[in-house]
């Protein structure tokens, strides 16, 4: 892991493949870091001819976090979107994305194929809408739109996902069951569920850099940037869009709606696939993004 100075704050990133081949950069989503996506799939990717690049957003991992910023009042920012207003918030998705290509100019990169999943999709839509001149191809996995009228997440879903989990360091088996029953209930029908693999991921994460607060001002920054279908249909990159139909958090008309919203983007609906990623769809994602990255 190497960490690098973009956009005022400091991004944490690794790299596979040859420097020399062309780039593409993961973004990775809310709260998550970038060992989600895995070392298995980053090398499998780079293996079909590219520079794959994984990297901690803002607030998430070793990248700079934002902990001086009160924690996010979740009842606060939902009554004042409701009534109208735009709360005041420490960054926006903009600024995640001016992130990304903050990245790439630290690296002296002119242009790469962009791939994000859940916010990370939408942060790497934003990049293929605003800095078009830095990408060469879209793939946006389990993402949405900004549409307010689309079908919303699974309550019982998102409950899970704003409540609170305990300390790790205090107590770590309440911390790691609360953990796998959100990522068991976002996993989808389609392939089982890995438990000890997810378990070996959260423990790693905890290991890299614990901020529980960090995840709440990435809502916020989801929340406030709002819809962007206007924005999307000035993307003029090929486009990939790939959602599950089991998705719990975003429904596979979140899918549909991005897909509609980008000039020629080609839609892939993964029956059963939920909000996640297992290791069994790897090869097939793969094979998706490295088809649109050629026709690019």
Excluded at 115 to 143: E, N, P, T, W
Excluded at 155 to 184: G, N, T
Excluded at 255 to 281: F, Q, R, V, Y
Aim: glycine share 8%; proline share 6%.
């Amino acid at each position: 892991m190497k960490i690098v100075a973009a956009n005022g704050i400091n991004l944490a990133y690794d790299s596979f493949g040859d420097e020399d081949q062309d780039s593409i950069l993961l973004i990775s989503g809310l709260g998550t870091q970038m060992i989600r996506w895995t070392v298995p799939f980053c090398e499998e990717l780079a293996g079909r001819g590219y520079r794959v690049i994984r990297f901690d957003n803002r607030d998430a991992g070793c990248s700079s976090h934002f902990r001086h910023y009160p924690p996010l009042d979740f009842n606060a920012l939902a009554a004042a979107l409701m009534s109208g207003q735009r709360p005041q918030v420490c960054y926006t998705l903009n600024d995640m994305a001016a992130d990304a290509v903050g990245l790439l100019d630290a690296l002296d990169i002119d242009k790469a194929h962009v791939v994000g999943r859940s916010m990370g999709g939408m942060i790497a839509q934003i990049m293929a809408s605003d800095h078009s001149d830095r990408v060469l191809s879209l793939s946006s996995i389990m993402s949405s739109t900004g549409n307010p009228t689309l079908p919303q997440a699974a309550p019982d879903a998102m409950a899970m996902m704003v409540r609170p989990a305990p300390d790790p360091f205090v107590d770590e088996a309440a911390f790691l069951s609360r953990h796998l029953a959100f990522a068991r209930r976002i996993a989808g029908s389609g392939h089982p569920f890995d438990e000890e693999g997810h378990r070996r991921l959260v423990l790693e994460e905890v290991r890299r850099a614990y901020d529980p607060g960090g995840s709440g001002r990435q809502i916020a920054a989801m929340a406030v940037t709002g819809d962007r279908r206007r924005r999307l249909a000035t993307i003029a990159k090929r486009t990939l869009v790939i959602h599950g139909t089991d998705d719990p958090l975003f429904p596979p008309e979140c899918g549909e709606d991005t897909a509609t919203s980008i000039p020629d983007a080609d839609l892939m609906l993964i029956d059963g696939m939920g909000h996640d990623l297992p290791t069994a769809l790897y090869s097939t994602t793969i094979d998706a993004i490295n088809r649109t990255a050629r026709q690019a």
